[in-house]
């Protein structure tokens, strides 16, 4: 009832556009359907493909060693508008725009024959960058992922105790190095099986030293739900 209402007087307004939202999100019909969508990707890792391949098909760095995670789910390709969208959650404080996102993930996720896991993990952010950002991104789309999927979101298993420099403008091999031990597990997960919440995945390195710090807590099962893959 209180959706309702808030709906009757604060109705949904396109984010990208301005034009009335539709099915309550701050998105239209037109700019949904003009969304860079990932639908021709690895079956591990979600890296965008450039043409249609086989379902199951993995990308080239997927064979010669799998990652920490046992898959990557990420509904939208980064390039387009969706760069505009994940840069106004995670910097500029739209938090709308993470709603936004976690509801598009969301959707992605239920129209997918899967089993859910136990709970949601959004990446952490260093002590220091949270105070100078005010506000996770990934919490908050993990937030709006609970309340569709009815998980719970768990911020206290695990912490990042190293405040790293920014991933952006550093390599592959660099942010690998770069992430190294940023993290740590506070508690055992032993038999859970558990979804890493993230906006954006570039070379899985951030998610990938999560999911291994996970692992190592005793995690059953680790699988990264993105909003984007960065082709």
């Given at each position: ?44 890792c979600a890296l965008p493909f450039d043409g249609p391949v ?178």
């Open positions: 009832m209180l959706s309702k209402l808030l709906d009757l007087f604060y109705p949904p307004t396109c984010i990208l556009c301005g034009a009335a939202g539709a099915q309550g999100w701050d998105l239209c019909t037109g700019c949904h359907d003009e969304l860079p969508w990932n639908r021709n990707a690895c079956a591990r086989p379902a199951e098909a993995h990308c080239g760095r997927c064979q010669k060693a799998l990652p920490t995670f046992d898959r990557c789910l990420a509904p939208l390709r980064y390039e387009l508008q969706v760069p505009a969208l994940i840069t106004g959650a995670k910097f500029r404080g739209k938090l709308n725009a993470a709603r936004l996102l976690g509801q598009i993930l969301a959707s992605a996720l239920q129209s997918e024959a899967m089993a859910l896991p136990d709970v949601l993990i959004p990446v952490p952010l260093h002590l220091k960058r949270l105070r100078a950002r005010g506000y996770n991104q990934a919490l908050e789309i993990a937030r709006s992922l609970s309340a569709v999927l009815e998980l719970p979101v768990d911020t206290r298993s695990c912490d990042r105790v190293t405040a790293t420099p920014p991933q952006a403008g550093l390599d592959e091999p660099e942010r690998r190095r770069n992430i190294r031990g940023a993290f740590v597990a506070r508690r055992s997960l032993a038999g859970e099986r558990v979804a890493i919440i993230d906006d954006v995945v570039t070379t899985a390195s951030t998610v990938g030293e999560l999911s291994r710090v996970l692992r190592r807590a005793g995690a059953q099962g680790v699988e990264v739900w993105a909003v984007a893959r960065t082709p």
